[in-house]
């Protein structure tokens, strides 16, 4: 039997090449919606500041209690030696972003699925980067409250006002969010992102200042803390570690900050975010060191959780302090709660067939406010919540997955110097994602058991 060929074949290609273009416009229209990929009009310094807001974050005020449960050596060594390997992940991060010539990965996962594949890629990389900013937000919910407490704490002392519960100081903060996370993108919230950098920056500089200042304390001791069974020692050096991890914490947004910029043939991005990079980790450095070995030096193993929390004196300096790292909070919560947004809105839109508009932001934006405030409204431990996220979460995602999609994608040559780095990270990282969370978890689960919920 004879075949015929289709009738009007020629309208059937036709409207499969509308369709095509609809799909393709249709795309693009979403591109220039979610925040990531709306604005690509950044410039290098943008880099810098957004780098040193995601990472000179509240991690920097755990450094001299870390040091204290690491002690001198480990300490130190484990504070450099952290600072060198992500400096090198997050430049292997810069130059993945633009591997495939004619192609950007704008986003952490997007990096992951070239590497992996597609779909184990996705299941690889988003349940970490979620666990990671997500957690970070909530450690900011906390830190927040904290100081704003603490600030009041601090200008209350002569007039004797009312103690004011933690829970609504991190409402209060939160108030701050359920307004400015409305703001589009990553370019929209520079100003914002700014701001809090010049924050974190000076209120380092004022904790080593006033450490400085204060002196070394009588009967300061720089062993390890003192602790009721050995248990306590080897399981709070575990935390200390995961505490370190939570203070490099820039990867996780790193391919997304790099997705604002302009990017051609001639002058790709990474020559921009590098230019950034470098600046902010030269920042990072300038903070990051002085806070944690002269917070150290200066109050030994009785350090507190938070080095602000330990320098009372002089009161209007350290009231001060604690309002900069609230403003910088903010800014910081902004950083790592921009790509979270990325992904809901993105799987809402393009899955799920919403359609993207502003009544969508609004509400999903607010959820995500809301629910951060509540875990941290029921979960308010500070240096235990960064050891256990720390370690579980940070430790990849900054450490080593960017080593083993280096090895995956540039395949170096077995033995040479690039395949020895690669692996000597990936065993470090492997190491610290196993013990770490050991003692945060365990600090958690301690204080849990005498924390009465809602009466802090």
């Not at 997304?256 to 990474?270: G, N």
């Not at 919560?333 to 992904?343: E, G, L, T």
């Amino acid at each position: 039997m004879e075949i015929q060929a289709p009738k009007n074949s020629n309208n059937v290609y036709i409207h499969s090449s509308i369709i095509d273009e609809e799909k393709l416009a249709e795309e693009q229209a979403i591109d220039s919606w979610v925040p990531i990929t709306s604005n690509r009009n950044a410039k290098w310094w943008y880099s810098a500041f957004h780098n040193v807001t995601a990472m000179v974050g509240a991690g920097i005020l755990s450094l001299p209690y870390a040091l204290a449960q690491l002690g001198w050596g480990p300490g130190v060594t484990v504070l450099v030696l952290s600072w060198v390997i992500t400096f090198y992940t997050l430049w292997q991060m810069v130059e993945m972003h633009e591997i495939v010539p004619g192609k950007r990965f704008d986003r952490y996962h997007e990096l992951g699925q070239h590497a992996f594949g597609k779909k184990l890629g996705l299941w690889i990389i988003v349940p970490q980067q979620l666990i990671v900013e997500v957690g970070v937000d909530i450690v900011y919910m906390v830190t927040g409250g904290k100081s704003l407490k603490r600030f009041h704490e601090l200008v209350c002392q002569k007039h004797h006002c009312k103690e004011i519960s933690l829970t609504y100081f991190i409402m209060i903060f939160a108030s701050v969010h359920f307004v400015i996370s409305h703001l589009p993108d990553f370019n929209s919230i520079a100003g914002v992102s700014l701001a809090a950098a010049v924050m974190s920056v000076s209120y380092s500089t004022m904790a080593w200042g006033a450490s400085v200042k204060k002196g070394v304390q009588a009967e300061v001791k720089y062993g390890y803390k003192s602790y009721q069974t050995t248990a306590d020692a080897v399981f709070n050096f575990f935390s200390a570690l995961g505490e370190v991890a939570f203070a490099y914490a820039g990867h996780n947004v790193v391919l997304e900050i790099q997705a604002t910029m302009p990017s051609t043939l001639e002058k790709p991005s990474k020559k921009p975010m590098w230019k950034g990079v470098i600046v902010a980790y030269i920042i990072v450095a300038m903070c990051y060191f002085p806070v944690a070995i002269i917070g150290y030096w200066a109050f030994g193993n009785k350090v507190h959780d938070n080095i602000l929390e330990s320098l009372d004196k002089p009161t209007w300096l350290i009231a001060m302090a604690n309002i900069f790292v609230v403003i910088h909070v903010i800014g910081s919560y902004q950083i790592y709660a921009m790509p979270v947004f990325d992904m809901i809105e993105t799987v809402l839109v393009r899955k799920f067939r919403f359609k993207a508009t502003w009544m969508l932001r609004f509400v999903t934006r607010n959820i995500y406010v809301a629910f951060t405030m509540f875990v941290g409204i029921t979960f308010p431990f500070f240096n235990e919540l960064l050891g256990f996220f720390g370690g579980f979460a940070f430790a990849p995602t900054t450490y080593y997955l960017p080593c083993i999609m280096w090895l995956l994608i540039y395949k170096p040559k077995k033995y040479s110097l690039s395949w020895i780095i690669n692996w000597v990270c990936i065993i470090l990282g492997v190491l610290l994602m196993v013990i770490a969370p050991i003692g945060g978890l365990r600090s958690i689960i301690k204080k849990a058991t005498t924390y009465k919920f809602y009466h802090n």
